[in-house]
């Protein structure tokens, strides 16, 4: 499999080129464009389906799409947000926990799980839910804005807020707590906050979309 991440940072579009019997399952409306001789099957996911099914939806169904090239051919992705793209390399000894709305894709023999529920109505829009990608290959995680990597080592701790989180290795112990005291966390602007514990790396978007879909709100009000 060959590919490569075009336009970054901002507007990040992974380009594949795949080998006879070579596959990539991704979220669903990532599609771009693909070669004739690249088919689609469309399904739950598996365990991650099920679950997210189960806990999360109420039994909506959950998607993804794994195209499998039957000839050698080219399969073009791209997140729904503007930003970039990074891709994580994962083996038998590693995993990676990343935001749900940050997963793009992925290749080989990996199994996509849920990790965390996040608490309803208080870190995101709805429900936050963190995915737990484990096995052998590789992901693709996106980003409203930049990624940059921070590495931690072993018992240094940062504060990153949720919206700004993309992904993290299995390694990096964390816990969710509100911002600063009381008058911080109801007019800080800040809300939840991750405190992340290494070793391990741990990656962050450089915007975050609730500001700045505020920010659009009160102009559409204006109308």
Sequence with gaps: MEWNIV??????????????????????????????????????????????????FGGESVFLNTYTARS???LWLAPSLPGDVEYVALDSTSSLIIQDT???AHHGNIDLSMSWRGFRGLLAEGELVWLKASGVGGVWVSAYGGIISKKLNPREKIIVDNF???????????????????KSFLFGGEGFVIEAEGPGRILVQTRSLPPFAEALTRFIRRK
Excluded: Q
């Design 102 to 104: 940050s997963y793009l």
């Design 72 to 74: 050698r051919g080219e």
């Design 164 to 182: 700004h989180f993309v992904a993290m290795d299995s390694t990096v112990k964390w816990r969710v707590r509100k911002f600063g005291g009381i």
């Design 7 to 56: 336009s970054k940072p901002s507007y990040s579009l992974l380009k594949m080129v795949l080998e006879p019997g070579e596959s990539v399952t991704a979220e669903p409306g990532a599609l771009v464009y693909m070669s004739e001789g690249i088919n689609v099957k469309t399904h739950t996911g598996g365990g991650l389906g099920k679950a997210l099914m189960r806990a999360l």
